[in-house]
């Protein structure tokens, strides 16, 4: 059974740090790109960044670089989303994903999804 798994989310105070996990099970992890997204209410989901199976490139979108950074641990079956100077336009429930096809910020193209944690940026 194909499972993602996402944790860490929390409530944060603006620039503070979370760090975001998602451990896979139940597909063969080393051959699938990586992509994490997020939904904040009434708005649609956007791609925060992903990360590729081959040489470990990544992609971020432009709200979010330089603050955040995507990593993934093979041997873990586990990707990592380190976020910084976190903002409360940052606030939405992030989810992970997965596809095989090459790293993308499009949600359309990801075959496989996590249940999504929440993070929420507030003073």
């Known amino acids: 059974q194909v499972q993602l798994v996402e944790s860490g989310g929390g409530l944060v105070q603006p620039g503070g740090s979370l760090r975001l996990s998602c451990a896979a099970s139940?597909?063969?992890?080393?051959?699938?790109?990586i992509g994490w997204f997020r939904q904040a209410p009434g708005k649609e989901r956007e791609g925060v960044s992903c990360?590729?199976?081959?040489?470990?490139?990544?992609d971020y979108a432009d709200s979010v670089k330089g603050r955040f950074t995507i990593s993934r641990d093979n041997a873990k079956n586990t990707v990592y989303l380190q976020m910084n100077s976190l903002k409360p336009e940052d606030t939405a429930v992030y989810y992970c994903?997965?596809?095989?096809?090459?790293?993308?910020?499009?949600?359309?193209?990801?075959?496989?999804w996590g249940q999504g944690t929440q993070v929420t940026v507030s003073s």
């Open positions: 994903s997965a596809r095989l096809r090459g790293c993308t910020l499009r949600a359309a193209t990801y075959a496989y």
């Open positions: 139940g597909f063969p992890f080393d051959y699938y790109d």
């Open positions: 990360i590729s199976k081959s040489d470990g490139s990544t």
